[in-house]
């Protein structure tokens, strides 16, 4: 089971100092990267990105909420990137993508939308490290979590282990203690959270009342 907070939630005026209190206890990064047009909000890019690379070892898994993410690739990697992942709905069939992701040294994943059915991403989940499965609508940190996303991770887990692939199920959106645990029942094991983090009076204790409830504690 794997943590990664959004930075989206943390203060980006003393970014490094919240990454740096909490990066003992997470497993990576979650970095929404948004450009105001396939989402309708603006978050940060390469300049952030690069500047937060020289001050932490922990992978960035760059979320891209973008129209046009192959043409980020090369720049994100020299950012200090580490893995991509591309929203279903922007590249159907997203074969190009992947390699190009490969190609410029990235690890790739899949998004996909609430509304966004799992037999979109099924033909190319064997091309995904990550399959990244989204509980509400992206854009905005701090939303409720849609439940009924829930079956989609229970059918990407089945088909998952099925065929034998090795990518991680995460999910992102309104992930708290107890949504977190309804999620990890559908198969995820990897648990993005920015408000339930970063937005608690103690994001240490926070990453730990996840990782409780995901590993079946609390
Ligand atoms: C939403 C982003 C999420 C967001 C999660 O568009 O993709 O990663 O930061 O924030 P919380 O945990 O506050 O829902
Ligand atoms: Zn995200």
């Given at each position: 089971m794997k943590i990664a907070p959004?930075?989206?939630?943390?203060?980006?005026?003393?970014?490094?100092?919240?990454?740096?209190?909490v990066?003992p206890y997470v497993d990576f990064?979650?970095?929404?990267?948004?450009?105001?047009?396939?989402?309708?909000?603006?978050?940060?890019?390469?300049?952030?990105?690069?500047?937060?690379?020289?001050?932490?070892?922990?992978?960035?898994?760059?979320?891209?909420?973008?129209?046009?993410?192959?043409?980020?690739?090369?720049?994100?990697?020299?950012?200090?990137?580490?893995?991509?992942?591309?929203?279903?709905?922007?590249?159907?069939?997203?074969?190009?993508?992947?390699?190009?992701?490969?190609?410029?040294?990235?690890?790739?994943?899949?998004?996909?939308?609430?509304?966004?059915?799992?037999?979109?991403?099924?033909?190319?989940?064997?091309?995904?490290?990550?399959?990244?499965?989204?509980?509400?609508?992206?854009?905005?940190?701090?939303?409720?979590?849609?439940?009924?996303?829930?079956?989609?991770?229970?059918?990407?887990?089945?088909?998952?282990?099925?065929?034998?692939?090795?990518?991680?199920?995460?999910?992102?959106?309104?992930v708290t203690p107890e949504?977190a645990r309804?999620a990890r029942?559908?198969?995820a094991n990897a648990f993005v959270a920015?408000?339930a983090i970063?937005?608690s009076?103690d994001p240490v204790a926070a990453v730990g009342r996840l990782r409780d409830a995901v590993n079946g504690k609390a």
């Open positions: 959004s930075i989206l939630a943390a203060d980006l005026a003393r970014l490094a100092d919240d990454v740096a209190r990066a990064l979650h970095v929404d990267v948004m450009d105001g047009h396939f989402v309708p909000n603006l978050s940060f890019g390469m300049p952030v990105i690069a500047a937060l690379r020289r001050t932490t070892s922990l992978e960035f898994d760059c979320h891209l909420m973008v129209t046009n993410p192959i043409a980020l690739f090369e720049p994100l990697r020299e950012a200090g990137a580490d893995l991509v992942t591309v929203h279903i709905e922007v590249h159907p069939d997203p074969r190009g993508a992947a390699a190009a992701a490969r190609s410029a040294g990235l690890r790739f994943g899949l998004v996909l939308n609430p509304a966004t059915p799992f037999g979109a991403v099924a033909p190319f989940v064997e091309l995904c490290d990550q399959l990244l499965v989204m509980a509400v609508v992206p854009g905005f940190g701090g939303q409720r979590f849609i439940p009924e996303v829930l079956p989609k991770v229970e059918a990407a887990r089945k088909f998952i282990d099925s065929s034998g692939i090795h990518a991680d199920i995460e999910i992102d959106g309104g949504t309804l029942d559908a198969g920015g408000t970063f937005g009076d």
